[in-house]
């Protein structure tokens, strides 16, 4: 299977998620402890995509559960040698591998804290998955390529089934969009309307082969969506993609902007809209070509060039979907770059870090 | 007062917080409550050069204080008006200008779920002086450049003197390096001798001139120090200066690595030491141009080319001093490239983000 076929697989790979019996039983097993024994926090621990899929657990768990959610430090386990105590935490590992040893460090040494503890992972027989009281099991097939792009989507949906299963915290009212089952249900019609837009990804991707730098904004939920979409095209393509909540961004790295190095965004129906909508209107009055990805036609009529999002998906589900063009974006550069997408330079899939 | 000036100000702003009488009683009376109400965790806001802040007093508090820290995601708050649990949090809000509205709503959350809350800002009058019941002067003086530079040392000592006073946790035996009053009370000398390489770090600024693109290094607590000393480069001189761990890099970033991009990078004496040195050759063997800041001579050895650290800072207090000839090299940078240092482009001193 190439990367595009993984690209292409993802509606799949989501229906066999929601198919797994013991991935259902696993989350209600854990939702049921948590009732039980309540947390305070949630502490994420993961390294490269896996820690994206980690910034929009810190959103999900933040907005519908009302916890404050870390991402773990992992050598301040694996190298410093402190546990830091957690616990009053539910503390999550994801890792498509399962076999870094600093994110199953921080498992490890909260399951000796006697915290609950997830494994979220691709290989239920991996280290990680051992460490760890509770495993899920991405079920998104093997990944062979070395850019991750279903162990992506899917380490979200695992992230959001917990969620869901969690039910919104007592003090939110109204809950935010449940019953949360329909919406999830709908996800693998999502993303094959999201895969429909590669034809004009595609005509984009060789207006754009000259880029070697470009920012990619996003905040909120979709924040992960940036930080994903930039890493993709280092990774892939090359291109130095600088990846900024629009808030930070004004902080500093808005001195990058200038025509020639584009600026990419996902700005979706959202509480952080406007925000983005302001950033995007300086960024086009300093003559940046802007690439806007929305499900919103008069956001999409804002930039340079845009790519229709699909609609009717959740905010809070949304991440899972709006990936999927800018993998196709990062595929396509490759091609129209003349680089090779199954061979980015100086990596290889499993990478061990302690 | 120029940016250059501010920089070489750095040693007087220290003993300036470090004379501060209520700045000690501050600390006093905050690490009194916390013995008598212990948190399990720290929650700290901040944005730009301030979260690199937080970065640092993520290992800080993480190694010393063996507490759990979260950086926080403020629009969880400001945008989607959720106030997540810190009910048995220390709640910390950094900004020099105490004005950033974000940064203001996660303390006053906190400040009203009753959770211990610190405002560490060069503005004791500001709004998030106000929403705080802790205030810690940073004492830099005014701040004018754009470029964040003695704040950000000053809000690191902050952060230190508030380790030192809680004291090391229980469970930590051998307290590392204790008592700490000696080595802070020497960290201004220290900064005096981390400006005195100005003179090589010139020179450096001339032969990398030429450089649009570079990659930053750091691990552990010298992370703060990778992702400051990359927002240093971006907004004064322009250069795509992508920051990394060490351990995020061989996710997928180092597909970047080739000759004509240098890697930055800082490597003193640490538990991170041996994967950084591993990766720092590596990258050499690719042909890459390395930069080394370290007070290891043999370290220093490995790269194409070398800055000096002083010696004798332990390492939870040498990114204070650290950043200082990375700041020095930014500012000559900018200089050299033709650049106008007190100019950032697109930026201006206050940001309110919301």
Not at 295 to 302: C, G, H, S, T
Request: proline share 8%.
């Amino acid at each position: 299977m190439s990367l595009r076929d993984e690209i292409l697989e993802q509606p799949e790979a989501v229906r066999r998620q929601l198919g797994s019996e013991s991935g259902a039983a696993t989350l209600q097993a854990l939702a049921a402890r948590l009732r039980a024994e309540p947390v305070d926090s949630v502490v994420i621990a993961a390294r490269g995509s896996s820690d994206h899929a980690a910034i929009y657990g810190q959103y999900l768990f933040g907005v519908r559960q009302a916890l404050t959610v870390g991402l773990a430090a992992p050598s301040i386990v694996s190298l410093y040698g402190t546990s830091p105590s957690v616990g009053r935490s539910l503390v999550i590992g994801i890792s498509q591998s399962g076999a870094s040893p600093d994110v199953v460090a921080v498992v490890a040494a909260a399951n000796r804290q006697g915290a609950p503890t997830l494994a979220i992972t691709n290989d239920p027989g991996s280290p990680l998955a051992e460490a760890a009281e509770y495993v899920l099991d991405l079920a998104a097939g093997p990944e062979r390529s070395i850019a991750a792009t279903k162990t992506y989507t899917c380490s979200l949906l695992a992230l959001a089934r917990l969620s869901a299963a969690l039910g919104p915290a007592a003090a939110l009212d109204p809950a935010p969009e449940d019953p949360a089952g329909g919406a999830i249900a709908a996800l693998p019609d999502a993303l094959e309307a999201a895969l429909a837009v590669e034809p004009e990804v595609e005509e984009l991707a060789r207006d754009l082969a000259a880029t070697d730098r470009c920012l990619v904004l996003g905040r909120g939920f979709e924040y992960a969506t940036a930080r994903e979409w930039a890493l993709k095209l280092k990774e892939l393509a090359q291109v130095f993609a600088d990846p900024y909540s629009s808030a930070d961004f004004l902080h500093g790295p808005i001195a990058l902007a200038r025509p020639g190095v584009p600026a990419l965004a996902v700005v979706p129906e959202s509480p952080t809209r406007a925000g983005l909508v302001q950033t995007l209107t300086t960024l086009r009055d300093l003559g940046v070509e802007t690439v806007i990805l929305s499900e919103l036609p008069d956001v999409r009529a804002l930039g340079w060039r845009s790519i229709a999002l699909p609609a009717g998906v959740p905010e809070w589900l949304r991440p899972i979907s709006s990936i999927v063009p800018a993998q196709l974006l990062a595929y396509h550069l490759t091609i129209a770059k003349g680089l090779d997408p199954e061979a980015p330079l100086n990596l290889s899939k499993v990478t061990r870090t302690v």
